[in-house]
């Protein structure tokens, strides 16, 4: 689906109503995670955050669908394909860290355990400006 993912989010930037663009972009996350193939699940998500937090798509919209981005995620099961994706999108928000810095605490707070990550317990602690998030 990631190249149907990729032409949605394509014609959704087309949309010229701030309203209804977060709209459609929040429905086509609600598509991704209603996923039950697990595969398919991680790389819809990546395609989603990779295309979200770039800058043509708006702070604005990028910091609210990365809100709900961070609830939908936390509902994941497969806590293998929550750490894929969850380790992708920090990696991709990494550039433009301080626009999202309210997502990332949320993230961090909400989405990490000790168990997940064993780093997330460092990140918590440290998370001011600037921060590197680059996993290994």
């Given amino acids: 689906m990631s ?3 990729a032409q ?9 109503s701030q309203k209804d663009k977060t709209a ?4 086509a996350l609600d598509i991704c995670l209603a996923n039950t193939n ?8 990546e395609t989603f ?22 609830q939908g995620v936390d509902k994941i099961d497969d806590l293998g394909i929550k750490r894929r994706v969850l380790h992708f999108a920090l990696n991709k928000i990494q550039p433009r860290i301080v626009s999202f810095e309210e997502q990332v605490r949320t993230w961090v707070s909400r989405s990490f355990t000790i168990a997940a990550y064993p780093r ?13 998030i680059h996993f290994t």
Avoid: M, W
């Fill in 49 to 70: 955050v990779d295309y979200i937090v770039q800058e043509h798509v708006g702070l604005v919209i990028s910091r609210q669908v990365l809100s709900d981005f961070v």
């Fill in 8 to 16: 949605r989010l394509n014609e959704i930037s087309k949309i010229s």
């Fill in 38 to 45: 697990q595969n398919a699940l991680a790389n819809d998500l």
């Fill in 24 to 27: 459609e972009y929040r429905a």
């Fill in 120 to 132: 997330a317990n460092a990140i918590v602690i440290t998370c001011a400006y600037p921060i590197d």
């Fill in 3 to 5: 190249e149907a993912l």
